[in-house]
């Protein structure tokens, strides 16, 4: 048995198993709609790098931040203006004790997958050029964000310095 397992793990790095497997989620066909913009603009977010991880105190959630390859090279090597097509991505996730430990808190149901995309010539907002999408999840099912986009730009208005974005690369080492 062990030499059959040995065998496996040869062959699989023979065969490129050593890189990660992607994911290829269909994504729900919906847009928002103030803006147009559709779930699948982030097609493969799944996929991305993961630039920081936030915790909001007063909604109990736990968010990843993740960035297009254009928006992840741009925050590391510190670009003051992020470029045409970075796009960064937002999971949020209400938490829950660990069954097994429970003072530690782990990822329970994803509530919202929200992004923002840069784009000049369908966005300026006071010179922003970012577009803004959330869709919420409740149960298994997604829908757009029904308020619209107004209120992601008056609050990210607070991030104008940094390129609208709160977000920096967090530190892994
Ligand atoms: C009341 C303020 C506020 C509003 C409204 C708001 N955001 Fe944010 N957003 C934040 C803060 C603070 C962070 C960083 C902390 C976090 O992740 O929660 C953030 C982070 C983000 C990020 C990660 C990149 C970054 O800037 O750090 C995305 C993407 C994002 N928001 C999208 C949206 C979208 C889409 C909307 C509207 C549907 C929206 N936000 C509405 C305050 C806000």
Redesign the pocket.
Known sequence: MKYIFMLIVALGSLFGADTYEKYDTKLPDMVMPDNNLSFAEIQDYQNYKIVAT?F?NDKNEL?Y?LANPIGYNALKNKLKVMPEGSK???IGWSVKEMTLFPSALEADKIQRV???VKDSKKFNHDGDNWG???FVKSGEKYTP?MHG?Q??IS??IA?KDTD????DLQSTF
């Open positions: 936030h909001r968010r931040i960064f991505v937002k929200e992004y923002m803004y999408a959330r964000w986009t209120s992601c609050c990210h991030a609208y974005l709160f977000t």
